[in-house]
C-alpha cells in the first residue's frame, strides 16, 4: 500500500448490505458455486444478531471502499477446554490483491479470537488456491488434515 492509502479493519454493519452481497458473491463464484438468495439475507441477519454461536463479520475498507471481507465463528472443541475459531470465508477484491487486504482480515480475526480466550484459529482453502496459499503459508501453518464431507443420502 502506498503511504496516503487508508485501510481499516471493522465489524460488518447493516449499511454494508449491497457491498458485502457483492463481494460474497464474488467469493462464491470463485470456488465455482451458488446459493440462493435467501442465504444472503438470512446470513447476513445472523452477522448483526447477538448469538454468540453466530458468524461474526468483518470488512476491509480502503479509502472509503469495502474491498475484502471475513467471517469467523466461535465452537467448542473436544480436545479443548476453550472455545476454537474457525475462519470460514475470506475474501478479497481482485483489484487490491497484494495490498495487504487478506493479511490485515487475518490479523483482525486473530487479535478478536485473542481478546475473546480464544487463542486457536483455523481455516480450509483448496489444493489448487495456489495464490493465497502464499499469504496463508507466511502467516499459518498447514495441517495434514484433509476434509471429507458426507455424501449426499
Not at 453466530?54 to 477446554?81: E, M, P, Q, S
Not at 477484491?93 to 487463542?119: C, F, H, K, Q, S
Amino acid at each position: 500500500m502506498t503511504s496516503n492509502t487508508a485501510l481499516e479493519v471493522r465489524p460488518l454493519m447493516a449499511s454494508d448490505r449491497d457491498a458485502w452481497a457483492a463481494l460474497w458473491t464474488a467469493y462464491i463464484e470463485f470456488y465455482k458455486s451458488s446459493v440462493p438468495a435467501h442465504i444472503y439475507d438470512i446470513y447476513f441477519d445472523r452477522f448483526l444478531g447477538d448469538d454468540p454461536h453466530d458468524f461474526n463479520g468483518l470488512v476491509a475498507v480502503l479509502d472509503g471502499k469495502i474491498v475484502g471481507l471475513t467471517h469467523y465463528l466461535y465452537h467448542r472443541h473436544g480436545w479443548k477446554v476453550e472455545n476454537v475459531c474457525y475462519l470460514q470465508d475470506l475474501y478479497a477484491d481482485p483489484a487490491v490483491r497484494g495490498m495487504g487486504i487478506g493479511r490485515a482480515l487475518i490479523e483482525a480475526v486473530y487479535n478478536a479470537a485473542d481478546a475473546n480466550g480464544t487463542p486457536s484459529v483455523y481455516w480450509m482453502t483448496q489444493d489448487g488456491n495456489t495464490e493465497a496459499r502464499k499469504l496463508y503459508d507466511r502467516i499459518a501453518q498447514v495441517t495434514d488434515f484433509i476434509k471429507y464431507g458426507r455424501i449426499a443420502p
